[in-house]
């Protein structure tokens, strides 16, 4: 019969079926040493990839075979590709933290783009998975100090931000929330970023790729907004005491229901429930990311008003410290709080070193900042000519535009999601909203929106107030021709100026709403009062923000009702409760010291005018009720800058008549914290503004007192920091020297003309002389750490005083200010002393040895002898000599014995201080020869010795060193006396000098240390054989013999004794 079609013919009886089929089994490594073998596998693996710059994963699968299976069709497919690169990134920490970044800095331009496709993926889970890829990257650039700043992702910032926009822009509501996440780690540059490092101060200073983000905020803002926009915040219940009769009553309800439809209930509880949690976690997710997004869009402009503070600066004076120090020196007396010079050094006409002086000062110290005000702004454009102020492109006005219309569609958009977390809570009968602790973090994340958009639009007006001034425009009245003509549209504003009304409106309308629902609190009591007393300090800190820059206030308008408010607030809780910083952290971001920190800014507002708009040049505050505002200052001084108390203070005005010893261990835990740091500025802020004007009549006394007394408490502040903080210390010396300057120290004011604030200030200078001492001892020595003061006869190098650990600018402030105060203590003396030696000391270990060591530069520790030199006469001449004895090292020579190499050159290392002490020794009084030298006579003498001691320390080159440069320092400051004796007699060209500082016992003492310093130095020639070379020996020996040609030539007899002597 026919086959059908499609069928086949079946097969013969003796068919024999040929096909197989096969597996294979592979097993990579059997035995006991399984696991060792693996590892051991892993780590060359590891190892051979870091050689070849190469990820590898744990499999052996390279970057490029794991990225070709993210193009897979298959979901899991390119989710196990995602895995496999993960697991590559995290095995670099098995290598070094460098080696590791390296690597992915290496593999950086590969990974990335096929990163950020799966950041678009359909699959929920192979976005998770890329999110947390790139979070392993953050982490992993971040594990090394030298990538600490992600700088090798700042050139991806514009690719990253492009992908997160698509992301953000996309239809899929899960993609979009994801694109939130995004933004956030790229605009925190962390792998999970959270509330409290957006509260954190330690998050201030960003990495370069927060930075260069900041460049395309504006590209991501509108999608943030429309995101924000879609989710609500008023779907979640509270769980606590908001719905409490509620909750009673529906649990009568349901004891009347039978058990099936309580089953059914409880099942659709747990659901809602779960749906709501998970909307509330988008919500707080997308509220962080715009947060994080908008703090780093402030960073631009705070580089710009830096770099536009630094062009303030250049144009003051421009002094260095003077390198020579000749003829009579004078301080310069009162000036500006804003001036930086200290010192003015001018030569007389007898000065021998005339031609060398000139008249120096100061340079590059950090000028106390104003508060940042229109007339900063202002100040920066007044070379601008006036036609270019009012020619603006058509072009530049529709960018203006449309900036000013965005931001104030952000603002209107954060006060209904405010006012959609309002609706959760109760109204109580007066001014304030009863809310859920569950419901206060997204209330605090919100109103940091409202104030960093708030911010943001500040500083953006600040760069084109110049063409939009405040006075071209009235809020008040274009409101009514608003209200005549109906509700306008953003959209439909024709010119920036009505931009500008609109976004004030919007900034009243969100500034009433924050005042009718503060101050949040609890239902009932709470188990923690300090959460609702976070978030009020939040609510404080933008009502000042929004309430203290209006666009269009004059400084004459009365005081807005949130002042009151907030006044009211504030004062009560002004207070300082230093045991509680103790035992809480400061990162964390609900502790008592954050709160108070955002308070202390909101203080900030209340105390510093606000501009100076008027004609009569009267200052405006946003508290204009002056009691008032003397109020908050005491309290705010009593809580941070109370009385310490100072032995020496005669009249206990500013000073406390009791020990307080207790007191200032509580200042110090106070100092370290961002509320101690902030209370530190908010000091000098109120001195840059008041200091000039402290002896006017206009001032009042209490407040000019109360003012001294804070800044008295300052040098605790500086002293606790230990150098942590050098913008703040900086700050704070700046201050406290603008203030002495105005201190009559020569103490001839007549009793009529004392005042008390002129006995406070007198008092203030007198503690500082003592307060100061800190700065220049050790820490390790200092009565602050609570550890006996020793005395120490050797420089220890790796010791370090808070001075040294201070940038350079900073050190001068404080050197400065020790000579202002002038009568230096004897430990000041002592310390500055040691200072100085060890400067010298480490350079020469750092130039010729191989180890380094922290101190000042040399041309700081000239600086210091300086300054110590012109305060001489103020202080006891002992005292003095010996801070220019110690100071020069030469008594312990250290650096010689921390030389690698020792040459017959190294007797020459002192020199330089050498010179610097003869000098300093020859002109610190009038006949220093009579005066001084029998004061030096001890010193003198052990150090003539020291070469003729050197034959019993024969074999030990360092000892020989030291005595060598000992012998030859009395040589030179014998010589030095000697010159200064010729000049000042006129007698260069006679054949001796009549003079009493040598005697017969003192002549025999120089010839023989004359005579034992040439012999063992030519015992280094012939025994170490440096230099075979006869002419080198011989200017060796004329620079050795250099000081010696003084003293044959002008000391009667000596050439003669000294010729006998060299012939036998």
């Known amino acids: 019969p026919r086959a059908k079609v499609g069928k086949r013919a079946p097969a013969k009886v003796n068919a024999t079926d040929t096909s197989f089929k096969t597996a294979t089994v592979a097993v990579r490594s059997q035995g006991q040493s399984l696991d060792k073998g693996r590892q051991q596998q892993g780590k060359d693996a590891t190892l051979s990839s870091a050689k070849r710059m190469e990820l590898f994963s744990s499999r052996g699968n390279t970057l490029a075979t794991l990225q070709m299976s993210l193009r897979h069709h298959a979901a899991p497919v390119r989710a196990s590709g995602l895995k496999g690169i993960r697991d590559a990134v995290q095995s670099l920490s098995l290598l070094d933290a460098a080696i590791g970044v390296a690597i992915l800095e290496a593999n950086l331009p590969s990974l990335l783009p096929h990163l950020c496709r799966c950041w678009l993926d359909e699959d929920d889970d192979v976005r998770a998975l890329a999110l947390n890829l790139y979070g392993d990257i953050l982490k992993c650039l971040s594990s090394s100090l030298e990538s600490v700043d992600l700088k090798c992702l700042a050139p991806f910032v514009p690719f990253l931000c492009a992908y997160a926009s ?53 590209s991501l803002l509108p999608s943030m907004e429309r995101l924000l926009t879609s989710v609500s915040l008023g779907r979640r219940a509270s769980s606590s005491g908001r719905s409490a009769e509620s909750q009673k009553s529906n649990t009568a309800a349901g004891q009347k229901r039978g058990r099936s439809g309580k089953n059914a209930s409880s099942v659709q509880t747990k659901a809602v429930s779960k749906r709501e949690s998970r909307e509330s976690t988008t919500a707080q997710s997308i ?127 954060l006060r209904g999601k405010f006012v959609e977390i309002a609706h959760l809570g109760k109204k109580t009968d007066a001014n304030g909203l009863m809310s859920s602790s569950n419901d206060l973090e997204t209330m605090d994340v919100l109103v940091q929106i409202i104030r960093l958009s708030h911010s943001r639009f500040q500083s953006y007006y600040q760069s084109i107030s110049k063409y939009y ?46 005042l009718e629902n503060f101050p949040v609190k609890s239902f009932g009591e709470t188990t923690n009062p300090e959460r609702y007393e976070f978030t009020n300090a939040c609510i404080c800190s933008a009502l000042a923000e929004l309430g203290g820059g209006a666009m269009f206030d004059d400084g004459k308008r009365k005081t807005s009702p949130w002042v009151n408010t907030v006044f009211s607030y504030v004062l009560p809780r002004l207070t300082c409760d230093q045991d509680s910083y103790e035992s809480k952290p400061e990162d964390d971001s609900y ?11 909101v203080v900030m507002k209340l105390l510093l005018p606000i501009g100076n708009n008027s004609d009569d040049n009267t200052k405006s505050y ?26 020496l203070a005669p009249h206990h005005v500013i000073y406390a008549s009791s020990s307080t010893a207790e007191l200032e ?24 503004q008041s200091a000039d004007s402290l002896f006017n009549d206009s001032t009042e006394t209490e407040h000019a007192t109360l003012l001294l007394q804070m800044i008295s408490v300052l040098p605790t502040y500086v002293v606790a920091w230990e150098g942590k903080y050098p913008t703040e210390t900086g700050l704070a010396l700046a201050s406290i020297l603008s203030v002495v ?81 002038q009568s230096p203590t004897e430990v000041t003396a002592k310390e500055l002393s040691q200072i100085c030696s060890k400067a010298f000391i480490s350079h020469i ?66 020199d330089s201080a050498i010179d610097q002490l003869s000098r300093f020794l020859t002109t610190s009084c009038d006949k220093a020869s009579q005066k001084v030298l029998p004061m030096l006579r001890p010193i003198i003498e052990k150090w003539l010795l020291a070469p003729t001691k050197i034959k019993e320390n024969d074999g030990a080159s360092n000892e020989t060193m030291k005595l060598l440069v000992q012998g030859r320092s009395a040589i030179s400051i014998l010589s030095a006396f000697t010159w200064d004796d010729v000049l000042s007699h006129n007698c260069a060209d006679n054949d001796f000098v009549p003079s009493t500082i040598l005697d017969d016992k003192l002549d025999q003492l120089l010839l023989n240390s004359i005579l034992s310093l040439c012999e063992v130095s030519g015992s280094f020639w012939s025994k170490g054989s440096h230099f075979d070379d006869t002419e080198a020996q011989q200017l060796y020996l004329a620079k050795l013999m250099g000081p010696v040609a003084v003293l044959l030539r002008y000391r009667k007899g000596m050439l003669k004794q000294f010729l006998e002597t060299v012939s036998k």
């Not at 993609?175 to 957006?198: C, E, H, K, N, T």
């Not at 954050?594 to 800014?601: D, E, G, H």
């Not at 946003?622 to 032995?647: M, T």
Request: net charge positive; proline share 3%; aromatic share 4%.
């Open 591 to 601: 502790s008592e010291s954050i709160s108070t920190n955002m308070l202390l800014k």
């Open 741 to 821: 300057r105005q201190w009559e120290a020569s103490g001839n004011v007549s009793e009529e003309s004392r005042t008390p604030v002129t006995l406070a200030l007198e008092e203030l200078c007198l503690g500082l002389r003592y307060s100061l001492e800190a700065l220049y001892i050790p820490i390790e020595d200092s009565p602050a750490v609570k550890q006996p003061r020793k005395k120490r006869k050797k420089a220890n190098l790796k010791q370090t005083c808070i001075l040294e650990r201070l940038p350079e600018q900073a050190q001068k402030l404080a050197i400065g200010l020790a000579g202002l105060l």
């Open 166 to 218: 698509s992301a953000l822009n996309s239809l899929d509501r899960s993609i979009r929330i994801d694109g939130s996440s995004i933004v956030a780690m790229l605009a925190s540059a962390v792998q999970s970023p959270s509330f409290s490092q957006l509260m954190s101060s330690s998050s201030s200073k960003m990495s370069a790729m927060s930075r260069e983000l900041s460049h395309h905020v504006d």
């Open 469 to 514: 001034p405040r006075t071209e425009t009235d809020a008040s009245k274009s409101n009514k021709k608003r209200v005549k003509g109906g509700k306008k549209s953003t959209k439909d504003l024709q010119n920036v100026q009505e931009c500008l009304v609109a976004h004030q409106t919007s900034v009243d309308r969100v500034l009433q709403l924050l």
């Open 622 to 647: 946003l508290l204009n009720n002056i009691v008032k505002r003397q109020e908050i200052l005491e309290a705010f001084a009593k809580a941070f800058f109370p009385q310490v108390y100072c032995q």
């Open 287 to 413: 509220l962080l990311s715009l947060a994080f997004l908008l703090r780093t869009s402030l960073i631009s402009n705070d580089d710009m008003s830096g770099m536009n503070h630094t062009i303030r600066d250049k144009t003051q004076r421009d002094l260095l410290p003077s390198l020579y120090v000749s003829g009579e020196c004078s301080f310069l007396k009162g000036g500006s709080a804003q001036s930086n010079s200290l010192l003015l050094i001018r030569g007389t006409e007898g000065s021998r070193a005339a031609d060398k002086t000139r008249i120096c000062s100061i340079r590059d110290l950090p000028a106390i900042q104003d508060e940042v005000t229109n007339n900063s702004i202002n100040a920066l454009v007044e070379d601008i000519p006036t036609d270019d102020l009012s020619s603006r492109p058509k072009e530049k006005d529709a960018e203006s535009m449309e900036k000013v219309q965005q931001m104030t569609s952000l603002l209107e958009t």
């Open 845 to 910: 270990a750092t130039t010729n040895g191989d180890q380094e060591y922290e101190a000042v530069s040399l041309d700081m520790a000239n600086y210091i002898r300086e300054v110590v030199h012109l305060s001489r006469r103020t202080m006891p001449m002992p005292t003095y000599l010996s801070f220019l004895l110690d100071g020069s090292g030469i008594d312990l020579t250290t650096g010689i014995s921390l030389m690698q190499k020792q040459s017959p050159d190294n007797v020459f290392l002192y």
């Open 665 to 688: 261990r509580k200042i110090r835990n106070v100092a370290n914290t961002a509320a101690g740091r902030t209370a530190c500025i908010l000091v000098t802020k109120l001195v840059a």
